[in-house]
Nanobody, 125 residues
């Protein structure tokens, strides 16, 4: 089993930056891909960033490309999501997720084996 704990959420103003962290524990050697998703009230869970732990290769949807950056520190078993130029539409609960392998299905929440409890990000205008 793998446990994921997110931190770093909060209330910020439009244009501000925020960095989320996701600390993994347990059988982390089984995990090779980690992603961040977000879900706003009444909306589906949305993929916002992903990273391959072994290579550092990253994936982003167009909606956040250029504003969000995912990184990892394998020694600390931690993944980060740096969010810049935040917009009110970025308001959501942000979830960290982990998978042994996702292939080309990294945007699908069903590809992930483990999830964190979520951290709230609120961007005011």
């Amino acid at each position: 089993q793998v446990q994921l704990v997110e931190s770093g959420g909060g209330l910020v103003q439009a244009g501000d930056s925020l960095r989320l962290s996701c600390a993994a524990s347990g059988r982390t050697v089984t995990i090779n891909y980690m992603g961040w998703f977000r879900q706003a009230p009444g909306k589906e869970r949305e993929f916002v960033a992903g990273i391959t732990r072994s290579t550092g290769s990253t994936d982003y949807p167009d909606s956040v490309k250029g504003r969000f950056t995912i990184s990892r520190d394998n020694a600390k078993n931690t993944v980060y999501l740096q969010m810049n130029s935040l917009k009110p539409e970025d308001t959501a609960t942000y979830y960290c997720a982990a998978a042994s392998w996702v292939g080309f299905s990294y945007t699908s929440s069903s590809s992930y084996n483990y999830w964190g409890q979520g951290t709230q990000v609120t961007v005011s205008s």
